[in-house]
């Protein structure tokens, strides 16, 4: 009773903070079940009661209805959207049948490299320190102690920040040779093939661009910028046969991953919306090139919903 009594408090605060405002939540796994590499992914257990309480507190809007409404200025009491990054293809098996379950529209935004068998290069290098036969890693001319998971988490962490900003070629070839000096085996699939986009965009999932190879767009010459943006889209909409007008920038945070430049570039692209990871919520007066976002990781529901509503302040 008094958890309820919590949320209705929550849900009329969200109205009175939230009138005109527009919370994005960003995802990128839903997960069968935990992975201590990954912690902040939630389980499908966890996604589930996250949209239930999306369904019985706030208004769920696809971004298109979101973005009209926020034009016209009568976007809903409790606004929010549900977008995911990358294209993994649990979107398709595990969290598209939760948005199902409580009618939730989603955004998936998809980096169409990853969708011909190989695996992104951050979950490439995060496999090489998950895999637990290993008690050492060689890293270029680093001879690395595997421990328990915190330490191989942390370590994972520390290498994917060094590799993240580099050219996206000379990050490929980084990680092949990381599997080559370790003699090391893919993991599995764990992104959409073109099928299964397609499969997911059916369903009504809104289809979104991420460029080709999730690269760090500041770091690239216009003319590749624009290449990555255009053939992304391109091929999504070769892929769903629907036109793709929505984009996440890669990483995401303003003036570290993207630049004005690049927001012009999206613009020219034909995009009639770009989302950030910079947290807050938007209204009328946000750039719809860069809409904010931001990851719930809370693991309880009055939490969670307590860090929605704080999202407006």
Not at 11 to 28: D, E, T, V
Not at 82 to 95: Q, S
Not at 108 to 128: E, K, Q
């Amino acid at each position: 009773m008094l958890a309820k009594l919590s949320h209705a408090v929550l849900q009329a605060a969200g109205k009175l903070l939230g009138k005109n405002k527009l919370s994005i939540l960003i995802y990128h796994q839903v997960l069968a079940k935990p992975d201590p590499m990954r912690p902040n992914e939630p389980t499908a257990e966890v996604f589930d009661w996250q949209m239930q309480l999306i369904r019985r507190y706030f208004t769920p809007l696809s971004l298109d209805d979101a973005l009209l409404h926020l034009q016209q200025d009568t976007l809903p009491a409790n606004a929010i959207c549900v977008t995911f990054d990358d294209g993994y293809l649990n979107n398709l098996t595990i969290a598209q049948p939760i948005l199902a379950k409580y009618q939730i529209p989603a955004t998936v935004y998809v980096a169409t490299a990853f969708s011909h068998g190989c695996n992104m290069w951050n979950d490439r290098l995060i496999y090489l320190f998950a895999d637990t036969a290993r008690t050492q890693l060689q890293l270029d001319n680093e001879l690395i102690a595997l421990g328990d998971m915190a330490q191989r988490r942390a370590l994972a962490q520390q290498w994917l920040k060094k590799l993240k900003y580099l050219q996206p070629e000379e990050r490929l070839s980084k990680i092949s040779a990381f599997y080559q000096q370790n003699n090391a085996t893919e993991q599995s699939q764990l992104m959409m093939t073109p099928e299964q986009v397609k499969q997911l965009s059916d369903t009504g999932v809104t289809i979104g661009a991420h460029t080709v190879n999730h690269p760090i767009l500041k770091v690239l010459p216009a003319d590749q910028q624009l290449a990555e943006m255009q053939q992304s889209k391109q091929q999504l909409e070769s892929w769903i046969g629907k036109v793709v007008t929505h984009f996440a920038y890669p990483n995401g945070v303003e003036g570290v991953d993207f630049d004005g430049q690049t927001v012009d570039i999206a613009k020219q692209t034909g995009f009639k919306s770009a989302v950030v990871t910079n947290w807050g919520v938007s209204d009328q007066h946000t750039p719809v090139h860069k809409l904010k976002r931001f990851t719930p990781w809370d693991k309880t529901p009055l939490r969670f919903h307590l860090r929605l509503i704080q999202q407006h302040f």
